[in-house]
């Protein structure tokens, strides 16, 4: 059993040996029922959902031992579809907003994600999109803001950050460069004024914390401080304001 935050009923489920087992029902905050799917041995073998007045949203087709499923909206456009094969997801997992544009869409390949993904905001415009190779992300990334400008993009390697992050102000403006290693920050990550000039470079080994030092804005680098742990990192325009600062204690920010 899961609970809403104010003690209502969120989800009712079995697990028989640590595996999903039987009907595993859905609730809305209101206490009506939204889905109940079937669970045999932790596999999903058929789900059916409902509207606010008990009745039944989702049409399963049979075609060739796949089950087909799709769930409309009150104005009868596709609100989701879907195939299961052998209790796995294959092909695509589509979910759209009431006005027909897509909200996110996924591939599928013997229950794993396999290939491109995509969300969009309500109005069509993208906000993440990239690609998965056995259910993990891989290769570049994006994430936009909703004004349709890049926030950050990079690559994964077997679901983890492994690259060169950039990361963007909504105006498309650089804010920062981080370098990642197997999810950690590792090597040099720069940060950047809204105005484009660079302000301060930090030195990682692991996740670890090296050095940090700053940058002027004739672009020269001061000498690299070493970080002890217990440290605040301050960057100061020229006329004296503070426009990057960070406090760590004992290594903890």
């Not at 060169?164 to 650089?174: E, T």
């Amino acid at each position: 059993l899961s609970y809403f935050p104010d003690g209502t009923l969120e989800t009712d489920s079995y697990h028989l040996l640590n595996l999903l087992t039987g009907p595993y029902y859905t609730y809305s905050q209101d206490g009506k029922l939204y889905s109940v799917a079937e669970y045999e041995n932790d596999k999903l073998t058929d789900i059916k959902t409902f509207d606010r007045n008990g009745t039944q949203q989702t049409v399963q087709k049979l075609n060739n031992h796949v089950q087909s499923y799709e769930e409309r909206f009150s104005n009868k456009k596709l609100k989701s579809k879907f195939d299961l094969l052998c209790g796995e997801y294959v092909n695509d997992l589509t979910k759209w907003y009431p006005d027909g544009a897509v909200y996110y869409s996924y591939q599928f390949l013997n229950g794993k994600k396999q290939g491109r993904y995509v969300s969009n905001t309500p109005g069509g415009m993208p906000t993440r999109m990239g690609s998965f190779r056995n259910d993990l992300e891989e290769g570049t990334w994006k994430s936009y803001y909703h004004n349709g400008k890049v926030s950050k993009t990079g690559r994964y390697v077997d679901g983890l950050m492994d690259s060169v992050w950039n990361y963007y102000f909504p105006d498309g403006k650089i804010s920062s460069s981080m370098s990642y290693k197997k999810d950690e920050h590792h090597g040099v990550t720069r940060y950047y004024s809204p105005e484009g000039m660079p302000l301060l470079e930090k030195m990682y080994l692991e996740g670890d914390l090296l050095a940090w030092r700053v940058i002027n804005e004739n672009e020269e680098n001061s000498p690299w401080i070493d970080f002890s742990g217990t440290a605040t990192i301050s960057v100061k325009n020229s006329t004296s304001q503070v426009v990057f600062e960070e406090t760590y204690s004992d290594g903890v920010r």
